[in-house]
C-alpha cells in the first residue's frame, strides 16, 4: 500500500516562501513519476508541478512557473516543492501523488496518478 505524507505548508506573507516535502512509504520510489496538484475553496483540483522517475525531467503549470521548483531525493523516498514569490492565489491544499511509470517521463493530469497524499495547507496573505 503507498502512503504519501505531505508536510510544511504553513501561513506566509505574499512573496515569501515555502517548502513542501512528502515522504513516500514505497519500496520502489525510484520507479515513480511524482506529482503535485492544489486545490483552493471553491476550484477544481488542478496540476502544479511533476518529476520524472529520475529527476532529470519536470513539468510546471504556467502559473508557478519560474516561482516552484520540484525536486526529489531517491534515496529518502522524498518529493519536494520549493515555492518562492508566494502570491494570495497560491492559496490552496498542497497534494503530493504518485505513479508507478516504466519509462522517464512525465505524467501531467491528476487521472494519470493513481496514490494521494492527504495534503497540505498552504494560506498566502496579502
Known amino acids: 500500500q503507498v502512503q504519501l505524507v505531505e508536510s510544511g505548508g504553513g501561513l506566509v506573507q505574499a512573496g515569501g516562501s515555502l517548502r513542501l516535502s512528502c515522504a513516500a512509504s514505497l519500496r520502489t520510489f525510484s520507479m515513480y513519476a511524482m506529482g503535485w496538484f492544489r486545490q483552493a475553496p471553491g476550484k477544481e483540483r488542478e496540476f502544479v508541478a511533476a518529476?520524472?522517475?529520475?529527476?532529470?525531467?519536470?513539468y510546471y503549470a504556467d502559473s508557478v512557473k519560474g516561482r516552484f521548483t520540484i525536486s526529489r531525493d531517491n534515496a529518502k523516498n522524498t518529493v519536494f516543492l520549493q515555492m518562492n514569490s508566494l502570491k494570495p492565489e497560491d492559496t490552496a491544499v498542497y497534494y503530493c501523488a504518485a505513479k508507478q511509470v516504466y519509462w522517464d517521463y512525465v505524467p501531467t493530469t491528476e487521472r494519470d496518478y493513481n496514490a494521494w497524499g492527504q495534503g497540505t495547507q498552504v494560506t498566502v496573505s496579502s
Open positions: 518529476i520524472s522517475w529520475s529527476g532529470r525531467n519536470t
